[in-house]
Structures are given as C-alpha cells and as structure tokens.
C-alpha cells in the first residue's frame, strides 16, 4: 500500500531563514505530491503542489523538488516569516485511480522565531 | 465561488444522537471527499464520491453513513458514535477524473460525549 514518511517532524528556525522539509514514498505509480499548510484550527491549505513529470516549482518564497528515482520530494520555505508558523503535510496521489486518493505524511510543525 | 463550505462549525452529541454534517461547493467538482482528522494528525480518508457514485469506503464502521444528494452537496450521517469519533471532519473536493488539487472545507469540529 502506499506509504509517505516526512521529516523532521518539528522543524524550529529564525525568522528570514530557509526550511527544508523532505518526504519520501513508495508507489512508483504516484504522479502527483501537494503540500498542505494547516494553522491552529483552521483547514488545510493547499501551498504548492508538483507532478511526476516536473522536477522543480517555484511560487514566490515557496519551491517543491521531486526526486522520482530516489521517491522523494522536498518543501523548500525561503525568508521564512512568523506567519509562515504552521502544521506542514505532504501527501502522493494514488496513480491508480481517477479520482486521486491522497496518503498524508505525518507533518511537520514549522517554527519561525521573529 | 471558490470555497468548500460546512456545516456546523461544532457539533456535540451523545452516544445515542443522530446528526448530519454537510458540505456544499459550486466549483463544479465530481469527486467529493470526507477525512478525519485527529489532534495533530494528518488528516484519514474515509470515504470518496465520484459522480455521484461511492468510489471508495476505506472500512469505515456502519455509525458514519456518507450520502451524495447531488453534485454540489455531500453529507455525513451520523448515529451511535463513541467519544474516540470525536475529531475534525474535513469535507475536500477536486475535478473528477484528475484527482489533482484537492480543496478542504473548514471542518466540523465534533465532540461525542
């Protein structure tokens, strides 16, 4: 079955430096990998997301890398600001259906200290 | 309209109650989608509407009854529930036949006691 570990599960940093969170899967029929961002009490929030067939992109502060020999993606957070404060998920998409079935990793919670 | 939207923002029961939880979008999305989501957890899928249609129930017990009225509303029917069902219920949405993009509600923060 499908099966995404993510790491670090807590990540603390300065405010202005780079986060890195890294994910890695096992179903080579995965083709597309969202990252979620979800504040305290609030909904997940789709930040970045990249297909199989794209190895990098970027959104402002954001990028998302993927890796599909090694199956494993990253979450790059440039300049990081308080605001950018969050529970952070990765997720695959299950390759084998139309109507995308996603398995989380376990999250990370990000930190920035002003 | 680009939002998913739920109802109630909280809900608290008993064991023997019965209440529902809806979740409505107008972004034209087929494929519907309910999570649980625990405290500091990613969230689970519970269940996957395609066109209408039950596509995917991943085991969830016979107390959590999904249905899919039309192709703008989704609702969870709940009855007899234990105090470990309470949890963020997550309705989400996407284009069918992609799969891609999955957009969540704010959730139904439900209590059972």
């Known amino acids: 079955g499908e099966n995404v570990e993510q790491h670090p599960s807590t990540l603390s940093v300065q405010e202005g430096d780079s986060a890195v969170i890294k994910c890695t899967y096992s179903?080579?029929?995965?083709?597309?990998f969202p990252w979620y961002k979800q504040e305290l009490g609030k909904r997940p929030q789709l930040i970045i997301d990249i297909r199989s067939n794209v190895g990098e992109k970027k959104d402002q502060r954001i990028a998302v890398t993927l890796n599909k020999t090694a199956k494993h993606f990253s979450l790059h957070i440039t300049e990081t600001q308080p605001e950018d404060s969050a529970v952070y998920f990765c997720?695959?998409?299950?390759?084998?259906?139309?109507?995308?079935?996603?398995?989380f990793g376990q999250g990370t919670i990000l930190t920035v200290h002003p | 309209d680009t939002e998913v939207t739920q109802t109630p923002k909280h809900l608290v029961m008993g064991m023997t109650n019965k209440k529902s939880l809806k979740c409505e979008q107008h972004m034209g999305h087929r494929a519907m989608y309910w999570y649980k989501q625990k405290a500091k957890k990613p969230p689970e899928l519970m269940f996957v509407?395609?066109?209408?249609?039950?596509?995917i129930n991943e085991s969830v017990p016979s107390r959590f009854s999904p249905e899919c009225p039309n192709s703008s509303l989704l609702n969870l029917h709940l009855h007899a529930l234990q105090p470990e069902d309470s949890a963020l219920y997550l309705c989400?949405?996407?284009?069918?036949?992609?799969?891609?993009?999955?957009?969540f509600g704010p959730g139904t923060r439900l209590t059972v006691t």
């Open positions: 179903d080579s029929a995965s083709n597309y």
């Open positions: 989400a949405s996407t284009l069918a036949g992609t799969g891609y993009e999955q957009y």
């Open positions: 509407y395609s066109y209408e249609k039950l596509s």
């Open positions: 997720a695959e998409r299950d390759g084998g259906t139309s109507y995308g079935k996603l398995t």
